[in-house]
């Protein structure tokens, strides 16, 4: 059985010592560097964008997991993919034409990723399920690090993975939003296989013991 994918989120790190973060990144377990643009519409805050990008693309070593919380994502398809996205999620809530954005994000050489608020039910999915790489389950409310999770994010997760064996679908579920050591081994349970973790990380003690710990936290159980 596969361990869980690990994606810390920079939004968490220190960004005046951006290299000596990255640097740790990569020396790390973890699998991708979650990468979270906030255009101060979609959500209440604004984060970072393409010359942060630039910066982190120079440094970091593990590929991009780009998370964006923004309002017309297809206007920037290309430049994130342009500046090294492995992959891209956009908000189901933000995309009117959701198979287009998805299927462009393909074309793009990356992987297709969906980011559903807590509110947004999974049943919008069923029937764009063959163009998505990825679910990124929103366990808070998108726009800032260090929230609380949402407990009902769990049986959402059960949900989506019956809905992804009844259609066949090998997409990953990806979690984000107050994940630590205290609930990542329910989420794998329930179904889960990628774990976004910003505060648990960073705000470690040790960040390289966190997510090794993290790496290592219980395997979801077979279904
Ligand atoms: C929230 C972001 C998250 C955030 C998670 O809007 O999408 O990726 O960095 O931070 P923690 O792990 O601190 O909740
Ligand atoms: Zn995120």
Redesign the pocket.
């Given at each position: 059985m596969n361990r869980p994918l690990i994606a810390p989120?920079l939004?968490?790190a220190d960004f005046a010592n951006l290299q000596r973060e990255l640097e740790l990144i990569n020396r790390s377990e973890a699998d991708y560097l979650?990468f979270?643009v906030m255009d101060g519409e979609f959500?209440p805050n604004i984060s970072f964008g393409f010359p942060i990008l630039e910066a982190v693309r120079r440094h970091c070593q593990k590929p991009l997991d780009v998370?964006l919380?923004i309002e017309q994502p297809d206007r920037y398809l290309d430049d994130f993919a342009k500046g090294g996205a492995e992959v891209i999620h956009v908000h189901y809530e933000a995309c009117t034409h959701l198979h287009r954005t998805l299927s462009r994000i393909r074309e793009l050489g990356c992987q297709a990723g969906v980011a559903l608020n807590p509110h947004t039910p999974i049943t919008g999915l069923e029937d764009v399920l063959e163009q998505i790489d990825v679910v990124l389950i929103m366990s808070?409310n998108?726009?800032?690090?260090?929230?609380s999770f949402i407990p009902r994010t769990l049986p959402k997760i059960k949900r989506l993975k019956q809905l992804l064996i009844a259609n066949r679908s090998s997409a990953r579920i990806e979690v984000?939003?107050?994940?630590g050591l205290n609930n990542a081994s329910a989420l794998l349970d329930a179904g889960a296989d990628t774990l976004?973790?910003?505060?648990?990380v960073f705000g470690a003690h040790d960040p390289l013991e966190a997510i090794r710990q993290l790496k290592n936290s219980r395997q979801p159980m077979e279904v």
């Open positions: 989120s939004l968490a979650h979270d959500v998370h919380m808070v998108p726009g800032f690090g260090g929230q984000d939003g107050g994940v976004v973790a910003g505060s648990s």
